[in-house]
């Protein structure tokens, strides 16, 4: 690696293969992390482009939101560690540091959950959409809709080009995926929708537009409340992932915030990514037993079974995932709060962890328990059914999104998404030679 005499920027030097060629790269210097190789000119300098599936090794942005190190199971806000804003801080204050980049101080805080409150309530003509889908819909493919059909309440004065509008929409957004997820819930079980409690903080609000009742006053348990307050906040992002690239991609064309935070959420339903706490569930019930784990554990060892034990390894991470830790405890402290003395997926998930951990066969291969091993097992015991867990997740990473939308639309070098391919299809052909020439 060679330094730029004028600049002062760090370059590389690369051979060009199939010619006499080198050209010389510069190198973006991280804050934290790895650097990369400015590869913009490359093509124009070459002729070539680069090649890597899922973009394992390509940064698509500068970000200055997340920090994530696998190797060592950091994950940071801003500079703040996740554990501790998941143990000190309210859903909404990190929602402010995400949006803003900084904590919130008290006055801060305090109108900026005002005005979430404030734009928690949907549009009545809401209710009518929602009477179209059939009631087993999943209820991601509700959130899909519902979310992104908040572009027709605001299309026509919306425009994306202006800081302040932008920053209205991140607000609604936050404001009312609670109450969209709710009302899915509500709609599914034939139950009435209800309204947002200005007097509630976000995640006391949730569990009572989820569970309550006209017929009688609900009361929030604080032990479950400050549970989902730290689900919330462990999956309020989590840096270019598969949903957030599908909302930096679709929003760099300038599309309405709302058609693109539905886009992620279609990203997240899938079973790799955000279906994976509902993958847990699924899976603990399949085993049964605890007496029947070592038989699952065999299974995924085997090369030749396609079983595979949820909720274990990470893309990402290659130690501990920072945010399962969190979840442990806290799913501890639901256990003595709710006097759960018998929860057979509860045993089952406390003895697979305490087996994997202590197994070569995954040590080797750094298999560790993840968000996901935890977070399904936390809804449950909050009463959330399993195929709401992604809906959960997905109200908590709309945040994120909106983050990441923001800073996209702030940034100078953004560009309208753009991938190359590596195209490997037939070369041409003439249309004389088939019947259609004839």
């Known amino acids: 690696m060679a330094k730029d005499n004028v600049s002062n920027r760090a370059s590389v030097r690369i051979s060009v293969p199939f010619t006499n060629q080198e050209i010389e790269l510069p190198v973006i210097q991280a804050s934290e992390g790895p650097s990369v190789i400015d590869i913009g000119e490359l093509y124009a300098k070459t002729g070539l482009f680069t090649y890597d599936p899922g973009f394992m090794s390509t940064a698509s942005c500068r970000s200055t939101i997340t920090y994530i190190d696998g190797d060592n199971g950091i994950l940071r ?139 009688e006053k609900y009361k929030v348990n604080p032990v479950m409340a400050d549970a989902l307050n730290k689900l919330f906040i462990l999956h309020a992002d989590h840096e270019q992932n598969a949903s957030t690239s599908t909302v930096r991609l679709s929003g760099s064309s300038g599309a309405n915030p709302f058609a693109v935070i539905g886009a992620g959420i279609a990203s997240l339903w899938g079973p790799a990514h955000g279906g994976a706490n509902e993958a847990v569930i699924k899976m603990l019930e399949e085993i049964g037993h605890a007496s029947r784990i070592q038989i699952y554990v065999n299974k995924a060892k085997d090369k030749g079974d396609p079983f595979r034990l949820m909720g274990f390894g990470h893309r990402v991470y290659k130690n501990y995932d920072p945010r399962a830790t969190v979840l442990k405890a806290s799913c501890y402290e639901l256990v003595k709060e709710l006097g759960i003395k018998d929860d057979h997926l509860l045993d089952i998930a406390l003895k697979l962890e305490e087996i994997a951990l202590n197994d070569p066969y995954f040590i080797e291969r750094k298999l560790y328990p993840n968000v996901d091993f935890y977070s399904g097992i936390i809804y449950r015991m909050l009463g959330i059914p399993t195929q709401m867990f992604t809906v959960m997740f997905a109200v908590a990473r709309a945040t994120g999104w909106m983050a990441q939308w923001k800073e996209m639309m702030d940034d100078p070098e953004q560009k309208i998404g753009r991938p190359r391919q590596l195209y490997v299809g037939q070369t041409k052909r003439e249309l004389r030679d088939t019947p259609f020439g004839k």
């Open 77 to 215: 806000h801003r500079g703040y560690d996740i554990t501790d804003l998941a143990t000190s801080a309210n859903f909404t204050d990190v929602a402010y540091l995400l949006l803003y980049g900084e904590l919130p101080n008290k006055s801060e805080a305090e109108k900026f959950a005002t005005e979430i409150k404030q734009h928690s309530m949907v549009h009545e003509q809401l209710h009518f959409l929602y009477r179209g889908f059939p009631r087993h819909s999943h209820p991601m493919a509700v959130m899909v809709g519902a979310v992104a059909s908040l572009s027709a309440f605001y299309h026509d004065y919306l425009d994306v080009r202006d800081r302040t509008q932008r920053e209205i929409s991140a607000i609604r957004l936050i404001a009312k995926i609670p109450t969209l997820a709710a009302m899915a819930y509500k709609y599914s079980i034939g139950q009435p929708f209800v309204y947002p409690d200005n007097n509630l903080s976000y995640s006391e609000d949730f569990l009572h537009m989820m569970f309550a009742v006209p017929a």
